[in-house]
């Protein structure tokens, strides 16, 4: 009998991208044969870059990492694990708050499939301050977002941010 291909999905809107989220990538890709970064069409938060975009910036950022894959979804995170043969949703937790919200909606997709499993890992203490959102308010005042993102998305946020 084949042995199973143990398959997890790391969703978000990535966007951007951040350093943050290549660690929890990289480092949990190590957990899994295969890895989905799973990039959120919809969603409630406004975002910056469109979906198109968000996915071509996390491909480049990706580009030679093996085991990972890049794609997009637009139905409910569950059903999209369930389509992608995965039974693991991995989450990255960087400060407190983030565990409560989080915390709730693990408990949420349980609920909504029991055969879908929350994983949390916590970001390297270096990432903790780093948020998508506090990322695009320095770089839209001009401000040095070069310790939080790599330079190709740094030059995406210099270049959308030009007046």
Do not use: C, W
Not at 61 to 87: I, Q, W
Request: aromatic share 10%.
């Amino acid at each position: 009998m084949a042995k199973r291909k143990h398959i997890g999905v790391y969703p978000g809107t990535f966007d951007p991208v951040t350093r943050g989220h290549l660690d929890i990538i990289k480092r949990g890709r190590l957990l899994f044969d295969e890895l989905i970064v799973g990039v959120a069409e919809s969603t409630s938060k406004e975002t910056l870059f469109s979906v198109s975009e968000r996915l071509a910036m996390m491909r480049a950022e990706l580009k030679g990492v093996r085991g990972v894959r890049v794609e997009s979804f637009d139905t409910l995170l569950v059903d999209y694990v369930k389509s992608v043969g995965a039974k693991t949703v991995l989450r990255g937790l960087r400060v407190i708050s983030d565990f409560e919200y989080e915390f709730q909606m693990a408990l949420t997709n349980r609920r909504i499939e029991p055969t879908v499993e929350t994983v949390f890992m916590m970001t390297q203490d270096n990432f903790a301050p780093i948020s998508s959102r506090f990322i695009k308010e320095i770089s839209r005042f001009g401000g040095d977002v070069s310790h939080f993102v790599t330079p190709k998305v740094a030059r995406r946020l210099e270049v959308r941010y030009k007046k």
